[in-house]
């Protein structure tokens, strides 16, 4: 079955700065990859996805990159705002089906 | 955008008791929605598959006999924790697949919080 790792597991930057995270998957038939965002206690909401025939996609200070040779995709943040942190999940899925998630990344930006 | 929402929020409950959480999507028909498992400072696990008017596929790992899920419609899925004990104790979220052909795309309820006594 699929397996999802992510890095890296906790995430510290100045406000302003860019974060990147880094995901990758094993299963070469998943073609959808969404990323979540998750505070405290409340539930995980979609903040961009990619599908397996784009290589990119962007979302005003945030990006998706997706390499399928490689089997990994990458989530880009730019000028950062304290309200950035959270938690961030990457997941990984063929047609939308079950998510495997990755293990999560708690960014915390410090003003 | 889609709605899902989740009842109860919280629940405590004494080891033994059976609970019951419902997962319905309020603005589209849902004919799969997944329920999910996430303990603290940890991910979220895949407990299961629910497809309107089949039974539930598991994930490997996860006893069918213990976590009864029902799919009577294209809007509401029940998740029934049985004879639930503390280890059970854990924060349940289902979401709820959008038939958009392209677009679809999984929206997350708001999570039931279950805390066994």
């Known amino acids: 079955g699929e397996n999802v790792e992510q890095h890296p597991s906790t995430l510290s930057v100045q406000e302003g700065d860019s974060a990147v995270i880094k995901c990758t998957y094993s299963?070469?038939?998943?073609?959808?990859f969404p990323w979540y965002k998750q505070e405290l206690g409340k539930r995980p909401q979609l903040i961009i996805d990619?599908?397996?025939?784009?290589g990119e996609k962007k979302d005003q200070r945030i990006a998706v990159t997706l390499n399928k040779t490689a089997k990994h995709f990458s989530l880009h943040i730019t000028e950062t705002q304290p309200e950035d942190s959270a938690v961030y999940f990457c997941a990984a899925s063929i047609n939308t089906d079950k998510l495997i998630f990755g293990t999560g990344t708690r960014l915390q930006v410090f003003p | 955008g889609a709605v899902v929402s989740q009842h109860p929020s919280r629940v405590i409950c004494k080891s033994g008791t059976s609970v019951k959480i419902e997962c319905r999507s309020l603005d589209f028909q849902a004919t799969t929605m997944f329920w999910y498992r996430q303990f603290p400072k940890q991910s979220l696990m895949l407990m299961a598959t629910s497809n309107e008017g089949s039974k539930a596929t598991y994930e490997q790992g996860v006893e069918k006999d213990k976590f009864l899920i029902n799919h009577a419609s294209l809007t509401l899925s029940t998740l029934t924790v049985t004879s639930a004990h503390p280890e059970d104790s854990s924060f349940y979220i289902c979401s709820a697949r959008s038939s958009g052909g392209y677009q679809e795309t999984q929206y997350f309820g708001p999570g039931t919080r279950l805390l066994v006594l």
């Open positions: 299963d070469s038939a998943s073609n959808y």
């Open positions: 990619i599908r397996s025939n784009v």
